[in-house]
């Protein structure tokens, strides 16, 4: 790719001050200074200083990180108000990253985030169906009836019921929690689909996406990168 394109691609400036850096010989490629933008490269394989610094010692095209997202941020890239889960994560010069889908603010639980848009598009598709799984905490007791309520679908105000769903309740030290894994991804569902039966959700957090289970070792706020298994899984 250009030199300059992947100086972009690594979030160091515009497009017009990446000319004037490259320009001024500010960038060395394989111990060379290079002043021409459209110069070839392959960060895979050429050694590109920026300025003293190497950006292609750890260099990778894609980047998979699983984030246990904590309460309280925003699941965006940016936001004037509120910390973003990009706020969380070290992106080094990667300013390609975004997360897959959404948590509510108040949600806590796996997100993935990453830079390969084909892989989000594939996780978010409507008709790949990917089960998600939460752990839902609710204000009131979950019955029987609300369980086979949930997995046959609810009314939650769109022009759709919620497609069929799995519900159980799983006991956390004598706590009933109950466990609903969906595979589409409307707004808000999960806490739409309780108030449909009557309930609330008081905690909620996803514990799964397809087949990449959140890593009990990442408390809230805590992020790694995937691991190559990870990412067969999900691919
Ligand atoms: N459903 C919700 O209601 N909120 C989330 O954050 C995720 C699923």
């Known amino acids: 790719m250009r030199l300059d394109k992947f100086l972009g691609s690594c979030g160091i400036g515009s497009r017009k001050q990446l000319k004037e850096y490259i320009k001024n010989g500010m960038v060395c490629v394989d111990g060379n200074v290079i002043t021409k933008p459209e110069f070839s490269v392959d960060p895979t394989i050429n050694e590109i200083i920026f300025s003293g610094e190497s950006l292609t010692s750890d260099y990778k095209e894609f980047r998979y990180y699983l984030l246990n997202k904590p309460q309280g941020v925003v699941s965006a890239t940016k936001d004037n108000h509120d910390k973003t889960v990009l706020d969380l994560i070290d992106i080094g010069f990667d300013n390609n990253l975004a997360p897959v889908g ?31 799984e939460y752990e839902v905490h609710t204000a009131r007791v979950i019955s029987d009836f ?55 959700v008081t905690f909620l957090k996803r514990i799964r996406m397809g087949g990449l289970v959140l890593d009990p070792t990442l408390a809230p706020g805590e992020y790694r990168e995937l691991t190559d298994e990870e990412l067969d899984l999900l691919k």
């Open 102 to 132: 959404r948590l509510d603010k108040d949600t806590e639980g796996l997100l993935i985030i990453t830079n390969d848009g084909k892989l989000a598009h594939r996780l978010l598709s409507p008709k790949k169906h990917v089960e998600k």
């Open 146 to 200: 609300d369980l086979k309520k949930l997995e046959e679908g609810v009314d939650i105000g769109d022009d759709e019921p919620t497609l069929p769903a799995k519900a159980f309740i799983e006991d956390v030290n004598g706590e009933a929690v109950l466990h609903l894994i969906i595979h589409e991804g409307r707004f808000h569902q999960v806490k739409r689909m309780l108030e449909a039966i009557g309930n609330e």
